[in-house]
């Protein structure tokens, strides 16, 4: 625990004005053990606070998303004790929202149509100058005829939201974008002031082809519409979070703490993934398991 002189203890010792958290699954699998612990991390996060906590459907991605898997998380969620505010906000009926926030930075100029597959964006990196890992890919507009020509052909694209551009827009804040981290419950350290670096993710895609929104978008709006004052969420989303930053920025939306929780890993070190289908929270369930053993040997009682 945190020593009593560190002013983290505060903030999560007591009601803390208008906390509102949220855990935000996409319905693309079932739940396993490390979604139970991030769920229950941001759960227990809100009971401490005496706040508020959301549970949020990410389904933009029809294709990978299915109604059945968010039965079960519903499922799993509720067999685990966990208690969340209704309506559920299930971002496929939502998607209105998301366009008018593109529109937005289309409207400011910070969006560009991005014609290319995937393998020819791979391909774009791997020829940049210093191999793969040092450069995220950086692109532009098309020249007006040829985007009016492949428009005219009708071929399928994304948009990008341009770095340059958005440097530009901000200027000096640009520079100044920061968030605030909370340490994870238990961890000796303060909170940190983070500077946002966004140029590490590049031209991140805001609208998926054929989708017409993408995860950093809708994430962001959701979290400002639904009045989200800490994000609680495993650390493998830490990069996520300068881009999202950045987002609220330019769409003047209000940027909320940010908890990043380590990530619970399987006895050899890896990740949990959906292929570990002992892990799933219904495998562990089925296996005989109670809710309150599962809590337990996560660490929550
Ligand atoms: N939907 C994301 C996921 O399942 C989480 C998004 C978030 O917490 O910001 O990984």
Do not use: N
Request: proline share 7%; aromatic share 6%; hydrophobic share 40%.
């Amino acid at each position: 625990m945190p020593d009593s002189h560190d002013s983290s203890v505060e903030a999560h010792d007591g009601p803390v004005d208008g906390f509102v958290t949220r855990f935000a699954p996409s319905p693309s699998g079932l739940l396993h053990r490390g979604h139970a612990f991030s769920a229950l991390t941001a759960h227990e996060a809100a009971r401490v606070a005496g706040g508020r906590f959301l549970l949020r459907i990410e389904d933009i991605d029809a294709e990978r998303c299915r109604p059945e898997f968010e039965a079960a998380i519903l499922e799993d969620l509720a067999w685990l004790d966990l208690r969340w505010e209704r309506p559920v906000r299930r971002q496929s009926d939502h998607l209105d929202d998301y366009q008018a926030a593109l529109r937005r930075l289309r409207d400011m100029g910070l969006v560009y149509r991005c014609f290319r597959t995937r393998k020819e964006v791979l391909a774009e990196i791997a020829r940049a100058p210093h191999g793969p890992e040092s450069a995220p890919f950086r692109g532009e507009p098309l020249p007006p005829a040829e985007e009016a020509a492949r428009l005219e052909g009708g071929e399928p694209y994304a948009w990008r939201l341009s770095l340059d551009a958005a440097r530009a827009r901000l200027g000096r804040a640009y520079e100044l974008m920061a968030f605030l981290q909370i340490p994870p419950q238990g961890e000796d350290v303060d909170f940190e002031i983070v500077p946002a670096e966004p140029e590490a993710a590049g031209d991140v895609v805001l609208a998926r082809k054929g989708i017409g929104v993408a995860y950093h978008l809708a994430v962001v709006v959701d979290d400002a519409l639904q009045g989200v004052t800490q994000v609680i969420r495993g650390r493998d989303l830490f990069e996520a979070t300068h881009i999202q930053v950045l987002l609220q920025k330019l769409l003047g939306l209000p940027t909320p703490s940010y908890r990043h929780h380590p990530l619970l890993l399987r006895p050899d070190g890896k990740r949990y993934a959906k292929r570990d289908t002992a892990e799933t929270l219904r495998a562990i369930r089925e296996s005989g398991v109670t809710a309150a053993e599962l809590r337990r040997e996560l660490g929550f009682s």
